[in-house]
Structures are given as structure tokens and as C-alpha cells.
């Protein structure tokens, strides 16, 4: 055991806290991927598979904390968050087909008009762009290109592409158009598509809640928020991408403690963001909370739509034109895989993960 | 506006539509100059077919309730303000009409009772309780 497997033990403290936390972040008309009425929504069933699921959980996050601290080694904390997220996949499944059984047998639908709900406002007065939000990314990528453009004679004749664990870097490239602006072409890419994806999210897909009078309310608070946050991620990728171009460029060389602390700030205010609007928001801003609210018990009811998310898991539904739809258990959101340009965003994915380490090996 | 269909429902989907947006319009909660969601943002909130809007937009747009533009979208232009109907609009609806108020005297609802409700349906639209004025 030692300080290194401790910071390294965080994410996995992190992943089982959000494990655990997972099915009170999401609508209560579908609890562990089922579809219920409002007024099922505390079923028996259902408090007794949350306890149940919470209790394996919080099992779970103990026996992979333990692991990885007591292996000594960073490489175990990956490993521990897998086991993590693969064993909560059976976790799930198990209470998703026990409260799906007892909706089933007790026919919790029967004799409910069932309706899919859409309010036009959401379109025809869209929430707007957060701009300012944006300002930080593109300061700081606009002043990583101004500052590469200005130094590029001032640079060494030789620079340092790869750090090693001590930041003491441990591989150099003769300095070229490449080796000088890859990472500076790298952070204009990243921060394009962070803002594209908050543009995205902020005008995805409504599934509202027919039986909340307020859930184009949370839909909005719910995007305005994931915009945000996404627009403060790509603040602190840009400023990550600045710190490692001016070790690069060997320009400027900060005092131990500033170095320090650029390694550390982005990830954890990017990280604590996403906590915020994780469990502030919570899924569509089921937890937002609002004055007023009133739990439907009417007779009209949200469509069984049970059967579109394959395995509680996949979104199938050729007939709907949305790509990105909203997450069943859990906050974001998934990928609706009867639309082709899913398969092409996934084959997209795939082919940067195989051609990044051969464009970085000729960089070399 | 809100827009509630019923997936299960024996009506088709794009008549849901079509038949929810005349209601809209008809309780002042659409004007005409509002616009209504590109077929594909509606069609996505909805999770239905976008060809299944397209046919309701079609069908509002023969009706003379909305024009669709390539750079507008949708967008209502008619309204209880607009004025009086056009050409045989009137004569086309008592047609329609006859047939529900045939079915409910068929039914064995009075003439008083259908009355009553019929009345009730027109002072829940704001343009449509000033019966008398009118007649």
C-alpha cells in the first residue's frame, strides 16, 4: 500500500458511489429500465430491488477499493473499475426482469391510456446556446495557436513529445510543422467537438414524462446543464492541452508547484462538474427540484416502451429519427442502433482508436 | 403547445396529430404566425416516423391551417381571427358533422343533451362562446 494506489483508488471509490446512486438519478416512471405508472413507482418490488441492488453495490465498491489499494500497483484501478461496471450490469438485469415479473403478473398497465408526450415550445423556442460558458475553451485554444504561431523560432531545435510518469520527459522529435503543432491541431479538434456536442445535447431529444405537468421544464434545466458542463470539460481539456504545448515547446516553464497544480485542477473541476449536474439534474432533470410538483395518479400513463431498449441496455427503434436518445438507467445518453449513422459514429470511433497510435509512431 | 398521442390508439397516428393541432389552434393555445417543430425534431421527441408527421403537416397544409415553407418549416396561418371561412369549408364540416350528431341521436342521446354538450366543447374554445353575437 502506498500513496500512488491511493489516489488511484479514487475512481473506484467514484464509479461505486455512482453505482449505488444510479437508480435515484433517474425518472420515477422508470425505475431499473422499467416502464411503470407514477403511482407504481414505490411499488414494493420496486423498494425491495433497489435495497437489494444498492446492498451488492455497495459489496462490490468495498471488494474493488480493497483490491486495487492492497495490489500496490496504478495499473489495478483500471481493472477494478471494469469489474465494477461489468459486474453492475447482471445487478441491473436481475431487478430490471424481477420488477418487469410483478408489472407483468399484476398487469400495472391494464386499462391505462397510454401516451407519448412532446412539448413544441421546446422547439419553436429553443433553449439558447450557452456562449459565454464557451468563452474559456476558446480563450485558451485561441491563445495556445497565437502563442505556437508567435514562438515557433523561439522553440528548441529538438522537443520533448512524451513525459514520463515524473514528468521528466523521456522521448524528443527534431522539430517540424508536425511535431511543433500536432498537439496544438489536437486541442482546435477537441474543443470544435466538445462544442458541437453541447450544441448537440442541447437540442436532443425530449422524452417527457406524461405524468409530470412540469417535465419540459426539467428537459430544459436538464440540456441547458449537460451544455455547460460539457462547455466547462472542454475549459479544462484546453487548458490541459496548453500546459503539455508549452512542455513541449519548452517556452515557458512554470514553478513546480503551478506545474503541479495544471496537472491536477482540470481533471478534478471536470470531474466535479459532472458530479453536479449527475446528481443536482439528475436524468432529463428528474431531480431538479421545482415548487409545485404533483405526482399524477390519472389514468393516462406514459407508453410501455419497455420493449424498444433491447436487454434494458440498446435503443432499437428504426421508425425513430433520433441518433443520440436518452439513457435508461442512468444520466447522458445512448445511442438508438436501428439508425445507420449510429454504426457510422461507432465505426468512426473505432477507426480514430486504431489510426491514432500509428499517425503518433510517425510523428515520432 | 402540448402535444399528447396515443401509441395504442385505433386513430392513426398522423390523424392524432393532425386533429390535436386543430384543437390547439381552435383553443387559442396556436396562432396564426406560430410556427410548429421541424417534422424531424417532432418526429424525434415523439420516437415515431418522420413520414407519419410529414403526412400530418400535409394534411393540416390542405386544409388551409398551415403553410409549409423550405426555410419557414410549418407554420400556422389560420385562426378563428383570420375572418370567415373560405369557399365550402362550412359545407364540408356540416357533412362531417351530421354523421357524429346522427350517431349520437342513434345512441339514444336527446336533443337537449347533445345540445348541452355541444355547447359545453364551444365555451371551452375562446373564439367559439360568443354564439350569440354571432347568429
Given at each position: 500500500?502506498?500513496?500512488?494506489s ?9 464509479i ?33 430491488q ?14 474493488a ?31 430490471r426482469a ?10 400495472w ?6 401516451v ?28 495556445t495557436?497565437v502563442?505556437?504561431?508567435?514562438d ?8 520533448a ?14 522539430k ?25 445535447a ?6 417527457l ?32 492541452f ?44 428528474s431531480?431538479?427540484?421545482l ?9 393516462t ?5 419497455d ?11 428504426p ?10 438507467f ?33 510523428t515520432? | ?27 387559442g ?19 415515431i ?5 410529414n403526412?400530418?403537416y ?11 415553407g ?22 364540408r ?20 343533451e ?12 375562446p373564439?367559439?362562446?360568443?354564439l350569440?353575437?354571432?347568429?
Open positions: 500500500m502506498n500513496d500512488v491511493l489516489v488511484s483508488a479514487i475512481p473506484v471509490v467514484l461505486g458511489v455512482l453505482q449505488w446512486l444510479r437508480p435515484a438519478l433517474v425518472p420515477p416512471t422508470i425505475p431499473f429500465g422499467v416502464r411503470v405508472p407514477r403511482d407504481h413507482a414505490d411499488a414494493p418490488v420496486v423498494l425491495a433497489r435495497r437489494r441492488y444498492r446492498l451488492a453495490v455497495a459489496a462490490l465498491t468495498v471488494v477499493t480493497a483490491a486495487a489499494v492492497l495490489a500496490g500497483t496504478p495499473a489495478a484501478a483500471p481493472v477494478a473499475v471494469g469489474a465494477e461496471l461489468l459486474v453492475g450490469v447482471p445487478l441491473y438485469l436481475h431487478a424481477r420488477i418487469t415479473a410483478v408489472k407483468t403478473e399484476e398487469r398497465f391494464a386499462g391505462r391510456r397510454q407519448t408526450v412532446a412539448d413544441t415550445s421546446l422547439r419553436t423556442d429553443p433553449p439558447r446556446y450557452p456562449w459565454p460558458w464557451a468563452l474559456p475553451a476558446v480563450v485558451l485554444t485561441a491563445a495557436v502563442i505556437g504561431a508567435l515557433y523560432s523561439r522553440m528548441p531545435a529538438s522537443l513529445v512524451h513525459f514520463g510518469p515524473s514528468g521528466r520527459p523521456d522521448r524528443w522529435a527534431a517540424s510543422l508536425a511535431s511543433a503543432y500536432g498537439p496544438v491541431l489536437a486541442q482546435v479538434a477537441a474543443t470544435i467537438l466538445l462544442l458541437a456536442v453541447a450544441g448537440v442541447l437540442r436532443s431529444r425530449a422524452q414524462d406524461a405524468e409530470d405537468p412540469q417535465a419540459a421544464t426539467r428537459h430544459r434545466g436538464f440540456v441547458l446543464a449537460a451544455a455547460r458542463a460539457l462547455l466547462v470539460l472542454a475549459g479544462c481539456t484546453s487548458l490541459t496548453l500546459a503539455n504545448a508549452l512542455d513541449v515547446w519548452n517556452l515557458a516553464v512554470p514553478p513546480a508547484p503551478v506545474r503541479a497544480a495544471l496537472n491536477v485542477v482540470p481533471t478534478a473541476l471536470g470531474g466535479a462538474v459532472i458530479l453536479v449536474v449527475i446528481i443536482r439534474i439528475g436524468q432529463s432533470g431531480r431538479i427540484r415548487a409545485g410538483t404533483t405526482a399524477g395518479r390519472g389514468t400513463v406514459n407508453r410501455d416502451d420493449r424498444l431498449y433491447r436487454l434494458g441496455l440498446f435503443y432499437f427503434n421508425d425513430d429519427p433520433s441518433v443520440f436518445v436518452p439513457k435508461r442512468g444520466v447522458g445518453w445512448t445511442l438508438n442502433v436501428a439508425r445507420p449513422v449510429t454504426w457510422l459514429i461507432l465505426g468512426a470511433v473505432v477507426a480514430m482508436g486504431l489510426i491514432a497510435p500509428v499517425v503518433g509512431a510517425m515520432r | 403547445m402540448i402535444l399528447v398521442v396515443e401509441t395504442d390508439s385505433e386513430v392513426p397516428l398522423y390523424q392524432q396529430l393532425r386533429d390535436r393541432v386543430v384543437e390547439a389552434i381552435a383553443e393555445s396556436l396562432r396564426s404566425g406560430d410556427s410548429l417543430p421541424a417534422t424531424r425534431q417532432l418526429a424525434a421527441d415523439l420516437g416516423n418522420m413520414h407519419t408527421v403526412k400530418a400535409d394534411l393540416l397544409r390542405r386544409e388551409g391551417l398551415i403553410r409549409l423550405r426555410r419557414t418549416g410549418a407554420v400556422v396561418i389560420r385562426d378563428a381571427g383570420v375572418g370567415p371561412p373560405a369557399g365550402d369549408v362550412a359545407e364540416w356540416e357533412a362531417r358533422a351530421h354523421t357524429l350528431l346522427a350517431e349520437a341521436v342513434a345512441m339514444g342521446l336527446s336533443g337537449a347533445i345540445q348541452r354538450r355541444c355547447q359545453a366543447i364551444l365555451e371551452g374554445f373564439a367559439g362562446s360568443d350569440e353575437s354571432r347568429s
